[in-house]
């Protein structure tokens, strides 16, 4: 790892210089590809040069960003990134093309990926946990993550933002997304019902609790009646009710599988008293 200098001027001080850290460098990996960051480098540096990674794009598998970074980093066509973990301090994060990506961890205080960031081709990413900090994606943020399968929410200030795909709904962009789950009931309430006049298909990603709420229901189906036609609402309803028997036979299913491998541990541990 080392540092270079950047120059730059402003015309409240006159101009003034700044360091960054320059390049990453293999032996900056340990044996099983984390990036290890020299905390000597970050008491001199606050920031990371755009083509830092170019030299380990290919090795780097882990990476867990510390606090002291807190300007704007790019994480763009990593082939073999697995886990990736943001800090509150980086307030700038383009995150695109890394299709072995599994595990995001975003801190309390991370706001959002900055402007026209997401996580474009990241198709292994399955799961993801929005902090309550968090308040503003974009409509094409999952575009190419065919893997994500459920998105927890866990703020009141979240929201969309793209004026040029303002029809969009975010989350219709995961083809294989089963459930958003916003912790915030009312918030995600709202936020639905106004989804649902932008794309019906958004129904069909609501969380089962929300479902049991026969106004909150019919509020739904109401604005894709009156926005997309009554055939539209009544089909959409249909494969609802069909998603929600599906989870309910594989949540029972796990269930009994689970009562069952207890007993048979119990009696395994007879056994072994016995002996």
């Known amino acids: 790892m080392k540092i270079v200098t950047k ?21 900056d990996l340990d044996k099983n590809g984390k990036l290890i960051f020299d905390t000597e480098f970050l008491t ?3 920031c990371i040069n755009d083509n830092a990674f170019d030299k380990i794009k290919d090795l780097v598998r882990e990476i867990e960003f510390p606090n002291g970074i807190h300007k704007g980093v790019r994480i763009c066509d990593f082939k073999n990134l ?3 973990s943001i800090p509150r301090t980086i307030h700038d994060l383009d995150i695109s093309n890394c299709p072995a990506l599994e595990s995001v961890h975003l801190s309390e205080g991370v706001k959002s ?11 292994s990413l399955r799961f993801l946990v929005l902090p309550e900090s968090f308040d503003m994606l974009y409509a094409d943020s999952f575009i190419g993550c065919d893997s994500l399968e459920k998105i927890v929410i866990k703020g009141d200030k979240f929201s969309v933002y793209d004026p040029s795909k303002l029809n969009n709904e975010v989350f219709c962009n995961c083809k294989n997304l089963k459930e958003v789950e916003f912790l915030k009931t009312e918030f995600g ?5 106004n989804s649902v006049d932008k794309n019906a298909d958004a129904f069909l990603l609501i ?8 106004k909150f229901v019919k509020n739904c189906l109401v604005k894709i009646a009156s926005k997309f036609g009554l055939d539209k609402a009544e089909s959409i309803l249909k494969q609802k ?3 929600e028997k599906k989870k309910f036979t594989v949540g029972k299913n ?6 069952k491998s207890n007993k048979g541990n119990s009696k395994n541990k007879g056994i072994e008293r016995n002996k």
Do not use: R, V
């Open 82 to 84: 697995t886990t990736l």
């Open 44 to 46: 001199k540096s606050d």
């Open 7 to 27: 120059s730059y001027f402003s015309s409240l001080d006159g101009g003034t210089t700044q360091e960054q850290i320059g390049d990453f460098l293999p032996e």
């Open 254 to 259: 796990n269930k009994e599988n689970i009562k």
């Open 241 to 243: 009710k069909e998603i």
């Open 113 to 123: 990926l900055g402007h026209n960031a997401g996580f474009n081709g990241c198709k």
């Open 207 to 214: 969380q089962s609790e929300f479902m049991n709420d026969e």
């Open 189 to 193: 309430k709202k936020y639905w019902i």
